[in-house]
T-cell receptor
Framework: DQQVKQNSPSLSVQEGRISILNCDYT??????FLWYKKYPAEGPTFLIS?????DKNEDGRFTVFLNKSAKHLSLHIVPSQPGDSAVYFC???????????FGKGTKLTVNP | EAGVTQFPSHSVIEKGQTVTLRCDPI?????LYWYRRVMGKEIKFLLH????????ESGMPNNRFLAERTGGTYSTLKVQPAELEDSGVYFC??????????????FGQGTRLTVV
């Protein structure tokens, strides 16, 4: 039983358009979320995070939205670039510990 | 500043053999984590060191896995004896502060372990 779910294994978008990656979680006690980006043969790289006291956090082309009532967050990339093609993981620290619980990831392909 | 480095990048061993993975965290990072991703599945937590102490090892699959962090610097993860289901990519991560101040963990490139 996954606590963090990324239901779309893959997403393909055209360069310049918006990419929207989704993530759902099961535990309403989760209060901090992170998005990691992973290129092949590399480790995950931190992209952006959001605390549950906010519903939006923006960093350049990347914006994360949090809907606590729906236990849902999304990552928006605008405009999408071919270099954004990677696997994106949603993650959250579990309970009060420091261990991260990850989703299975969504592979984003941005076509030129 | 050097990032988190892991060695080796790939390892292919036979079932029953022993393998030792190494992780060098970012200098000054007290927190060190091991994670594993089995193909097609999510990245799963294995254990967490704070300096040389094991803070949380709840994710270790069984007693064939032994992690150490002598002196609070680099860490090793030994699998002995290896089984087929141990195949996957093992990631190490480190962080300087606890999450309460919003610090993320930095990951190494991973060690791809294949047990045949």
């Amino acid at each position: 039983d996954q606590q963090v779910k990324q239901n779309s294994p893959s997403l393909s978008v055209q360069e310049g358009r918006i990419s929207i990656l989704n993530c759902d979680y099961t535990n309403s006690m989760f209060d901090y979320f992170l998005w990691y980006k992973k290129y092949p043969a590399e480790g995950p790289t931190f992209l952006i995070s959001i605390s549950s006291i906010k519903d939006k956090n923006e960093d350049g082309r990347f914006t994360v939205f949090l809907n606590k009532s729906a236990k849902h967050l999304s990552l928006h990339i605008v405009p999408s670039q071919p270099g954004d093609s990677a696997v994106y993981f949603c993650a959250t620290p579990q309970g009060g510990s420091e261990k991260l619980v990850f989703g299975k990831g969504t592979k984003l392909t941005v076509n030129p | 500043e050097a990032g988190v480095t892991q060695f080796p990048s790939h390892s292919v061993i036979e079932k029953g053999q022993t393998v030792t993975l190494r992780c060098d965290p970012i200098s000054g990072h007290d927190n060190l984590y091991w994670y594993r991703r089995v193909m097609g599945k999510e990245i799963k937590f294995l254990l967490h060191f704070v300096k040389e102490s094991k803070q949380d090892e709840s994710g270790m699959p069984n007693n064939r896995f032994l992690a150490e962090r002598t002196g609070g610097t680099y860490s090793t993860l030994k699998v002995q004896p290896a089984e087929l289901e141990d195949s996957g990519v093992y990631f190490c991560a480190s962080s300087q502060q606890l999450r309460g101040v919003g610090t993320e963990a930095f990951f190494g490139q991973g060690t791809r372990l294949t047990v045949v």
